[in-house]
């Protein structure tokens, strides 16, 4: 059974950093093309990064790019989300999510529980 | 960005009863639509892929149509546990973008 678990949320003042982590287990993780998508308090889904199944290519929104940085362990079958110069406006939970083997869907299949990030004085 | 539109933001329904959502995107997508339900506290849970394609393990309840800009979700014979947050999303160019939500409340 496929499960996706993060950790590493909290809270954390504007300008600090956090390192969110996703474990993955249940697929062959290096198989997969992986994305963090987050949702601020009581609003909808906003993807954040992309990451290719080899870690080669990563993508990011426009509100995150340059602060934020995508990564993976294959071998720990383990994602990454390094969060730097934090915002208010990122407070959020935190999902990451498998995107669907299908390139004719380009969905997000399996989703972790989410963790929550707060950035706040 | 592709910006998608769902209609209606909240709707009420009986149990039993048929449900239809909407989503318009900003410019065609093809076929490159998905529908997700979220739960209050949970993650958001897979529907539909592809616009019509229903992901393993959902119920026949749920079906989906759609080719370009304009797409709907519709649930028959609302069921309790249908009474959820559902969410479009598109995967024809990048960045992947989502609806704003539409809330299905019992009535």
């Known amino acids: 059974e496929v499960h996706l678990v993060e950790s590493g949320g909290g809270l954390v003042q504007p300008g600090g950093s956090l390192r969110l982590s996703c474990a993955a287990s249940g697929f062959t993780f290096g198989r997969y093309e992986m994305n963090w998508v987050r949702q601020a308090p009581g609003k909808g889904l906003e993807w954040v990064s992309y990451?290719?199944?080899?870690?080669?290519?990563?993508k990011y929104a426009d509100s995150v790019k340059g602060r934020l940085t995508i990564s993976r362990d294959n071998a720990n079958n383990s994602l990454y989300l390094q969060m730097d110069n934090l915002r208010a406006e990122d407070t959020a939970v935190y999902y990451c999510?498998?995107?669907?083997?299908?390139?004719?869907?380009?969905?997000?299949?399996?989703w972790g529980q989410g963790t929550l990030v707060t950035v706040s004085s | 960005d592709i910006q998608m539109t769902q209609s209606p933001s909240s709707l009420s329904a009986s149990v039993g009863d048929r449900v239809t959502i909407t989503c318009r995107a900003s410019q065609s997508i093809s076929r490159y639509l998905n529908w997700y339900q979220q739960k209050p506290g949970k993650a958001p849970n897979l529907l539909i892929y592809?616009?019509?394609n229903l992901q393993n393990g959902v119920t026949p309840r749920f079906s989906g149509s759609g080719y370009g800009t304009d797409f709907t979700l519709t649930i028959n014979n609302v069921q309790p546990e249908d009474f959820a947050t559902y969410f479009c999303?598109?995967?024809?160019?990048?960045?992947?973008?989502f609806g704003q939500g539409t809330k299905l409340e019992i009535k």
């Open positions: 999510a498998r995107d669907k083997a299908d390139l004719a869907s380009r969905a997000y299949d399996y």
């Open positions: 999303q598109q995967g024809d160019s990048s960045p992947r973008t």
């Open positions: 990451i290719s199944d080899s870690g080669n290519l990563k």
């Open positions: 592809a616009t019509s």
